[in-house]
């Protein structure tokens, strides 16, 4: 064991330290991190609607949608946070694409405001404003939101690309010093961004001529369908889950690593569920009018059980079985953050993180987790993730809410709890019997 998680430790991390360093993926994982105000206002906007104010909500499912809060609520409170969804949701991509451009261009020092800015204009000449699509989605009337986040991520990174390499050659208009910064800051950017929205145009013109369409419905028409049915793949879904842990072995942070992924492709998926569902979509498939089974919640729902690993049931375990002092010191103190999602007490104060005895439950717990959580979801025990919940939401709460109240999840959030604890109950009492041999050594060398 020693041997081979030496072999990964040499080949393995700095690969993945590498990949996950790489300044685009690290532009589109910080660009979503930015969005985190947009989605968590929006999240509590919906989540307060879906749970108690319209007449498909959990409270109204207990007390019928006729009742006169409800039919109140509906009239006076509902369309109120109906707005903000509208003000938050609905501009995801739009923020994505600005944000994509800052980030980038803070990276490269450059102007991150005319980046950003140029960004913006990019993608909504491409065709961002128009969308008449009556087989997809005819709710929808732009491609704002999270039906643009794939554009806009693209976008994103081949705008400042252009900007950046007109500005390093110095075609750039320059004004006398006394000139105000952002004045000229402003002239500066104007032949860059000249250049970069040209070639945006052109693009749009040749889709508009050659396809008869937009950029956003030829990949919406073309690609976005096959994009849904790959990432409903049990395979990849559960390669992801095996990856975050094994990151966090090594000391990364797995789940940071891949939200360039699954922010993109999951994240996407559950903006759209809770767009649907708002939308009275109940069915769950890849259709393009029916409910992703899983999404970027899902993970946090049922996987993440206190943190990556699902550490908290091996907190437990090691509160009721372990004989090693310090172990239990730390899992006392790991126990309230690890309760809140937080578990880098655990990894780093048990250790995990390079520690052979717990290798492999930390490795196998997650996938074991996905693969129940999955196909429980799949077959319609489980409710599908409806609501975006804070992540640091506790075990069990997590998938009631995120399902908007569905008891077949909060029945999976609690079998995954129980399984995780079962998985790293041995390997407790392994590392009993370590601590054992340990101290007989060291009485007999004293």
Known sequence: MNRFISFLEEKFVPVAAKIGGQKHLVAIRDSFASLMPLILVGAFAVLLNNVFFVPWSLLASYIGEESAFIVWANTNLAPLFSLMESGTFAIIALGLT??????????????????????????????????????????????????????????GLITPEIYFAIVRKD????????????VAKGF??????????????????????????????????????????????????????????????????????????????????????????SNGIRAVGTGAD??????????????????SGATLPLIIAILVFSKVKSQKEVAKLGLP??????????????PIVLNPVYFIPFILVQPILTLVAFYAAKIGFAGPIVNSVPWTTPPILNAFLATNGSWGAVGVSIINLVIAFVIYMPFVMIA??????????????A
């Not at 340990?438 to 009485?443: A, K, L, N, S």
Request: net charge negative.
């Open 98 to 155: 600005f944000s994509m451009g800052y980030n980038r261009a803070v990276n490269e020092d450059k102007d991150p405001l005319s980046t950003g800015l140029i960004s913006v204009a990019s993608f909504v000449l491409l065709g961002a404003l128009a969308r008449n699509n009556e087989v997809v989605a005819s709710w929808v009337t732009n491609f704002l939101g999270a039906q643009g986040i794939f554009i806009g991520l693209l976008v």
């Open 171 to 182: 075609w750039v208009i320059k004004m006398p010093d006394t000139v105000p910064p952002a």
């Open 188 to 277: 500066s950017a104007v032949i860059p961004g000249f250049i970069a929205v040209f070639f945006w145009a052109l693009v749009a013109y040749i889709f508009n001529v050659a396809a008869g369409m937009n950029i956003f419905t030829w990949f919406e028409t073309n690609i976005a369908a096959g994009l849904s049915v790959l990432g409903q793949n049990i395979i990849s879904i559960v390669f992801i889950s095996t990856l975050i842990p094994l990151l966090w072995f090594f000391g990364l942070h797995g789940a940071n690593m891949l939200e360039a992924i699954m922010s993109p492709v999951y994240g996407t998926m559950g903006i759209e569920n809770i767009t649907k569902f």
């Open 290 to 307: 029916e409910l992703a089974v899983w999404v970027r919640g899902s993970w946090d729902a049922y996987v993440f059980m206190g943190g």
């Open 337 to 350: 953050p690890g309760i809140f999602m937080i578990n880098e007490p655990v990894l780093f104060g048990i």
């Open 432 to 445: 009993n019997r370590y601590e054992e041999q340990r101290e007989i050594e060291e009485e007999k060398i």
